[in-house]
DNA sequence: ATCCCTTTGAAGTTT
DNA sequence: AAACTTCAAAGGGAT
């Protein structure tokens, strides 16, 4: 509930102009360099949407955005945000950017430069968690302390990629359909539910996604997804690399022994 | 308490 | 350039 309201308060807050040309298609972009995340045989290739595209890596538009964003008048009085777990119709897409609206965002600093300086969404303690006590006693050396300082800064996270998106607007429904809990195995589903789409479809989310790395770029301009290397400890690199690598990487009807057959009590529709 | 699992996509690094 | 790796979310399960 609060979070809700913090979050629905920041998409309102930070409201996104429709893309210019509204009704034109969206911009999805393809997989780079990751074969095995190609649709696989049988699943409509998003390639021919790309071609109305200019660039796969676009360039934020200037500064128009960020304004319009903070200046923008509200229009709506509902709160509900993009993710409401009970909304759920892509079809009534705000032009909001969801990392707003991330459950984990909402600790953090204000947002370096932004006008408002209102807590951004993407900007974490590296724990995740809010830091309520003095860490510093007074005991550590000066350099144990700089160094603990510097762990301590808050993460600003990636921006949510198209399917990152989906998945956050879907996985609630899914749940609900399923007697699964598990997010591994919804995750499964849902990128299986992901193929299924129209391009159309996927081309929201692609859209939603370009926008959320534009704001993202002005937002921290000098941010690299570098930043965040590292910051996940693994406990066996070798079995993770085993299941996530790229060219490993399991398709929709290549998925892993494991989950290849689907769950015996899912409803037919929720695969 | 923290990592793994599992998905796709973006972006980083390595070969 | 291609291949490989990491991390975004989520939350039950494993360590």
């Not at 953090?108 to 932004?114: A, D, I, K, L, T």
């Not at 808050?154 to 998945?167: S, V």
């Not at 941010?223 to 066996?236: C, E, H, L, Q």
């Given at each position: 509930?609060?979070k809700e309201t913090?979050?629905?308060a920041?998409?309102l807050l930070?409201?996104?102009?429709?893309a210019?040309?509204a009704?034109?298609?969206?911009?999805?972009q393809p997989?780079?360099?990751?074969k095995?995340?190609?649709?696989?045989?049988?699943v409509p290739q998003l390639?021919?949407l790309y071609?109305?595209f200019?660039?796969?890596h676009?360039s934020?538009?200037?500064t128009?955005?960020?304004?319009?964003?903070?200046?923008?008048?509200?229009?709506t009085?509902?709160?509900?945000?993009?993710?409401?777990l009970?909304s759920g119709s892509?079809?009534q897409?705000?032009?909001t950017?969801?990392w707003?609206t991330h459950?984990?965002?909402m600790l953090?600093?204000g947002?370096?430069?932004?006008?408002?300086?209102?807590p951004h969404?993407?900007?974490?303690?590296p724990s995740?968690?809010?830091?309520?006590?003095?860490?510093?006693?007074?005991?550590k050396?000066q350099?144990e302390?700089k160094?603990?300082k510097e762990?301590?800064?808050p993460?600003?996270?990636?921006p949510?990629?198209?399917?990152?998106?989906?998945?956050?607007?879907?996985r609630?429904?899914?749940?609900?359909e399923?007697?699964?809990?598990e997010?591994a195995?919804?995750n499964?589903i849902?990128?299986r539910r992901?193929?299924?789409?129209?391009r159309?479809?996927q081309?929201?989310?692609?859209e939603l996604a370009?926008?959320e790395?534009?704001l993202?770029?002005?937002l921290y301009?000098?941010w690299s997804?570098?930043d965040n290397?590292?910051?996940k400890k693994?406990?066996?690199?070798?079995k993770?690399q085993?299941s996530?690598?790229g060219g490993?990487?399991s398709?929709l009807?290549?998925?892993?022994?494991?989950?290849?057959a689907?769950?015996p009590?899912?409803?037919?529709t929720?695969l």
């Amino acid at each position: 509930m609060y979070k809700e309201t913090v979050y629905s308060a920041f998409n309102l807050l930070m409201h996104y102009p429709p893309a210019s040309g509204a009704g034109q298609p969206p911009q999805p972009q393809p997989p780079l360099h990751n074969k095995a995340s190609q649709p696989p045989h049988g699943v409509p290739q998003l390639s021919p949407l790309y071609e109305h595209f200019s660039s796969p890596h676009p360039s934020p538009a200037p500064t128009d955005i960020s304004q319009k964003q903070v200046h923008r008048p509200l229009q709506t009085p509902d709160l509900s945000g993009f993710y409401s777990l009970t909304s759920g119709s892509m079809g009534q897409l705000p032009h909001t950017v969801s990392w707003f609206t991330h459950p984990s965002l909402m600790l953090g600093s204000g947002v370096p430069g932004h006008p408002a300086a209102i807590p951004h969404p993407a900007i974490v303690p590296p724990s995740g968690k809010q830091e309520l006590q003095p860490y510093d006693r007074g005991l550590k050396t000066q350099a144990e302390a700089k160094m603990e300082k510097e762990t301590k800064k808050p993460t600003i996270k990636k921006p949510l990629n198209a399917f990152m998106l989906y998945m956050k607007e879907m996985r609630a429904k899914v749940i609900a359909e399923c007697t699964l809990k598990e997010s591994a195995a919804i995750n499964q589903i849902l990128g299986r539910r992901w193929h299924a789409l129209s391009r159309e479809e996927q081309a929201k989310y692609y859209e939603l996604a370009r926008k959320e790395r534009q704001l993202h770029m002005q937002l921290y301009p000098g941010w690299s997804a570098r930043d965040n290397y590292g910051k996940k400890k693994r406990r066996s690199r070798e079995k993770h690399q085993e299941s996530n690598t790229g060219g490993k990487r399991s398709a929709l009807g290549t998925y892993p022994e494991k989950a290849a057959a689907p769950t015996p009590f899912l409803p037919l529709t929720v695969l």
